[in-house]
């Protein structure tokens, strides 16, 4: 989905950003072992998150040691596709609907990659 960046708090204003949606309102989303769990069931892509080790801080998006938060109303928990090195809802939450512009249907650079996205 692309969204604009403007009601994103800790993202510059004004940009377009595209990003595969992983959770949708009410669901939970744990992060386990570097893998992605939405109520409570292992995602399979993508395949990693995070390194090895990888916990989120207390207190930010994750508010305990359950490494889960529940989706807000409204809002989406988005992932990019290089995962490992992602700005993405692990760094700056779920992106409300009102943000969200259109779906990707097309990637279009570098050439070599030019194809339809389901």
Do not use: C
């Amino acid at each position: 989905m692309v969204f604009k960046t403007d009601l994103v708090a800790s993202l510059p204003a004004g940009q377009f950003w595209d990003k595969r949606v992983a959770a949708l309102p009410g669901e939970e989303v744990a992060i386990q072992h570097g893998r992605l769990v939405v109520d409570g069931k292992v995602l399979a892509a993508p395949a990693i998150l995070a390194g090895k080790g990888f916990k989120p801080p207390l207190g930010g998006l994750f508010p305990d040691a359950t490494n889960s938060l529940v989706v807000p109303n409204d809002s989406f928990f988005v992932v990019g596709d290089n995962a490992t090195n992602s700005r993405d809802s692990r760094d700056f939450g779920p992106i409300p609907r009102r943000s969200i512009l259109g779906k990707v249907t097309k990637i279009y650079w570098p050439p070599s990659r030019i194809r339809d996205v389901e």
